[in-house]
């Protein structure tokens, strides 16, 4: 069973930086593709970025490409989005995710994510 324990998130103002990690445990053997959805009220579901551990593949939604950076530690088995020049839109809460296929917008995968945190809140003002 994956576990995925998200830190970071909280408030900033309108141009500001967060940086969210998130840490697995325990993986079973294969690759991943991990990342990061976004779910604001009234608003539907949102992929924001995604890496493959099995490989370099990286997914962004359009919406926050240039801005947000993801990258992982495979041998800590964590992930790290970076996010610069953030915009009131960005705010929601953020859910580390993980499936064996594309899942919850990223990769464009429709499906649900299998593991998923507990989410983390980002809160951008103007």
């Known amino acids: 069973q994956v576990q995925l324990a998200e830190l970071g998130g909280g408030s900033v103002q309108a141009g500001g930086s967060l940086t969210l990690s998130c840490t697995a445990s325990g993986y079973t053997y294969g690759h991943y593709y991990m990342g990061w959805f976004r779910q604001a009220p009234g608003k539907e579901r949102e992929g924001v970025a995604a890496?493959?551990?099995?490989?370099?593949?990286?997914y962004y939604a359009d919406s926050v490409k240039g801005r947000f950076t993801i990258s992982r530690d495979n041998a800590q088995n964590a992930m790290t989005l970076i996010m610069n020049t953030l915009k009131v839109d960005d705010t929601a809460r953020y859910y580390c995710a993980a499936d064996r296929i594309p899942c919850g917008g990223m990769f464009n995968g429709r499906k649900n994510c299998t593991y998923r945190g507990q989410g983390t809140q980002v809160t951008v003002s103007s």
């Open positions: 890496i493959y551990t099995g490989g370099d593949n990286t």
